[in-house]
C-alpha cells in the first residue's frame, strides 16, 4: 500500500489550496480514505474522510471550508481547501485502513500566513 500527498505550500490567510493523495497497493474504490493533519507542536487530528459510496465525514474546525473528494478511475483523493486560516497550518496526512492495518502517506505541509 502506498500513499503520497501532494500539493501543499505557502499560502495568504483567505486564500485557497487543493491537496492530492495518490493511492496505489489496494482496490482503492473500496476503501474509505481520510486526510489528517498535524499542526506545529500539535498532534495528529481528523481532518476528513470519505467512504467508498462517496459518503463525508468531516472536522467541525474545517466543516463548510474544505471539501473532499475522490477519483477512483484515477486512484486519487482530494481535499479543496478554502478560506483557509492560519491555524490550518499544519503537514497534511492521507491514511486508508487495509487489511485492519492503517497507512500513512508521506505528509505535505501547508503554511498560512500573510
Known amino acids: 500500500v502506498q500513499l503520497q500527498a501532494f500539493g501543499g505550500g505557502l499560502v495568504q490567510p483567505g486564500g485557497s489550496l487543493r491537496l492530492s493523495c495518490a493511492a496505489a497497493?489496494?482496490?482503492?474504490?473500496?476503501?474509505?480514505i481520510g486526510w489528517y493533519r498535524r499542526p506545529p507542536g500539535k498532534q495528529r487530528e481528523f481532518v476528513a474522510d470519505i467512504t467508498s459510496g462517496h459518503s463525508t465525514n468531516y472536522s467541525d474546525s474545517v466543516k463548510g471550508r474544505f471539501t473532499i473528494s475522490r477519483n477512483n478511475v484515477y486512484r486519487t483523493m482530494y481535499l479543496q481547501m478554502n478560506n483557509l486560516k492560519p491555524e490550518d497550518t499544519a503537514v497534511y496526512y492521507c491514511?486508508?485502513?487495509?487489511?485492519?492495518?492503517?497507512?500513512w502517506g508521506k505528509g505535505t505541509l501547508v503554511t498560512v500566513s500573510s
Open positions: 491514511k486508508t485502513k487495509y487489511k485492519n492495518r492503517d497507512y
Open positions: 497497493g489496494f482496490n482503492f474504490r473500496l476503501n474509505t
